[in-house]
């Protein structure tokens, strides 16, 4: 999460900033769930993004569906996604059939272009994970 740093930053400090940002949004976080807070490197000259880790994979669900919201107001929230998971959306989204892809909880997915949702693992064969995606369903 993008959020202007100060010099004299501890993490209560950051983690009341971030609650009330998500309050501003209608996101009803607590400091509790929060287990780890912290700046991760970047770019010189830029502001270092925050790396929230939350205690509760639910509570991470109800702040990541508020995305749009945030953008809007100037954040921006992105999931952790591995280097692995981030090659398999690239594989996906150069596939003919795929319309769009997405990472959600975890998993990757990929809507088709006959508007099918489908779940890909790391290591899947794309082809043969919709061939049999559409074997299944007739």
């Known amino acids: 999460m993008d959020v202007k740093e100060d010099q004299h930053e501890n993490i209560t400090a950051l983690s009341e900033i971030i609650t009330t940002l998500f309050q501003q949004q209608n996101i009803e976080l607590k400091p509790e769930p929060i287990v780890a807070i912290h700046r991760i490197p970047t770019k010189k000259g830029q502001t270092r993004p925050v790396l929230i880790k939350l205690r509760n994979n639910d509570d991470k669900i109800a702040v990541m569906r508020k995305r749009k919201e945030m953008r809007n107001a100037g954040h921006r929230l992105v999931d952790d996604v591995t280097a692995l998971n981030t090659g398999l959306v690239s594989r996906l989204q150069l596939h003919k059939d ?28 794309i082809d043969t994970v919709i061939r049999d995606f559409r074997a299944k369903r007739n």
């Open 98 to 125: 795929i319309e769009s892809t997405w990472f959600f909880n975890g998993s990757v997915f990929a809507l088709t272009k006959r508007q099918k949702r489908i779940k890909f693992d790391l290591y899947d064969n």
